[in-house]
């Protein structure tokens, strides 16, 4: 696609990435801060995601409705989400409406009020949330898996926090975790759209200017040691919901090509080993699927499936079989091409979205400080070989790193 990448640094330590694509008419806007529930101490558990919730809740200049409203009548919307190592804050609106929506982001994260009666609200709102995602069992037994893996850690606490973390803050804590965190030097602002990289930076220059904040650099804490037993879960429910993963590879790995058409192969949609040996053959279940999520020093990979508790086993089985068909036997060539073909469509028909492509903007600048282009990544997708994904899962598919998780009906 015909588009321009442009990057500026502030002397305040504010990045902006910004690209040009004129064949459309609307951009995407996100103010990012590298900052994620990893970066909470145990008791702040909670405070990054708790924090988004508030800066809509009105600043010096606006109130919750009034910053609601600033997009919504002209047609665009706001967002936010929080992340395991980021948090974002964004916009879609018309190019026409580039200074308003960098006005209104801007507001919410310089000049946040946290009134008292929010706070409280917003607390049993964020309770609810976790009640949500604990009815969810899917949701459940990953957030369990995780925690499994990752013992002790940052890594394996929910981002949601727990109810007694998120029930004790109070309007200083969450301006104490602004001051440390929200500094320019640990934001990016990244912009996708119609859009002109010197406007963006003019108006970031301006509406950026005044801050009191001063970057609090952590350490991370190092990875524990892997527990491989077991978990075991119940709740009241139909299904049994089957987890079987491991550690994974970082996002510098060298390995990650290969990594991503290992997922591609196992679990990348109908046509893939899973779905077809043990859905169509067996129909063991409806829904069968690999995750693959990477952070700064380390991963989470696995299967995921819902199934029958009569079933478990021999899907087990059939899972671990695949998983070794790959270590023993090469893929053939055609079931390779196929597989890189599916994972480049899927990036480039993801580019036809200028939320994503501003996602991918900031991600870039995140994990590698530049930009990494579709060209990079098709190349690099095209140099693995059957030889490299049998090299890779001789080693990866070694069932003494995994653990089984598993969720069964009371």
């Known amino acids: ?18 690209e040009h694509i004129p064949s459309v008419k609307s951009i995407s806007i996100g103010i990012w801060v590298k900052s994620g529930a990893r970066h909470e101490s145990e008791e702040q558990a909670g405070v990054t995601h708790f924090l988004e919730h508030m800066l809509f809740k009105g600043t010096k200049h606006r109130s919750a409705y009034q910053i609601a409203q600033s997009m919504e009548s002209v047609g665009g919307y706001l967002n936010a989400f929080t992340s395991t190592e980021y948090t974002c ?21 310089m000049n946040p009020t946290f009134p008292t009666d929010e706070i409280e609200k917003e607390k049993k709102v964020v309770v609810e949330e976790m009640k949500m995602y604990r009815d969810s069992p899917d949701d459940y037994l990953f957030e369990e898996f995780t925690s499994h893996l990752f013992q002790n850690h940052p890594l394996g606490r929910p981002i949601l ?29 990244a912009v996708a759209g119609n859009v002109d990289h010197e406007e963006v930076t003019k108006f970031c220059e ?24 077991p978990l ?13 993963g491991r550690r994974g590879l970082h996002f510098d790995d060298e390995q ?87 994972l480049k469509g ?12 501003m996602m991918r903007l900031a991600k870039s600048e995140i994990y590698y400080q530049r930009h990494i ?23 990866f598919m070694n069932q003494s790193h995994y653990v089984e998780a598993t969720l069964t009906p009371k």
């Open 1 to 18: 696609m015909d588009a321009v990448i442009n990057k500026t640094e502030l002397n305040s330590g504010l990045t902006i990435v910004s």
């Open 89 to 109: 804050y964004y916009a879609r609106c018309l190019d026409t409406e580039l200074e308003r929506a960098l006005d209104v982001l801007s507001d919410m994260v």
């Open 161 to 189: 926090g727990y109810e007694e973390t998120v029930n004790a803050f109070t309007d200083a804590h969450l301006f104490d975790y602004m001051r440390q965190r929200y500094a320019p030097e640990n934001l990016i602002i």
């Open 206 to 229: 301006k509406l950026f200017k005044h801050h009191d904040r001063s970057l609090h650099i952590q350490n991370l804490p190092d990875l524990p040691t892997l527990d491989t037993n």
């Open 232 to 244: 075991h879960l119940s709740k009241s429910i139909e299904q049994t919901h089957y987890i079987l």
């Open 256 to 342: 990650k090509y290969v990594m991503l058409l290992v997922n591609t192969l196992l679990g990348g949609g109908m046509s893939s080993r899973l779905h077809q040996n043990i859905r169509e053959k067996y129909g063991y279940c409806y829904s069968i699927q690999t995750f693959n999520q990477s952070f700064t020093e380390t991963g989470i990979w696995g299967v995921y499936v819902g199934t029958d508790k009569d079933y478990v086993n021999h899907v087990h089985e059939l899972v671990v079989e695949q998983l070794q068909d790959l270590a023993i036997k090469k893929v053939n060539y055609t079931e390779l091409e196929e597989a890189k073909a599916q």
């Open 346 to 357: 899927k990036m480039l028909l993801s580019q036809e979205n200028t939320s994503n492509r």
């Open 373 to 395: 282009d579709l060209d990079e990544l098709v190349n690099h997708i095209d140099e693995v070989t059957a030889e490299d994904i049998l090299d890779f899962s001789a080693d």
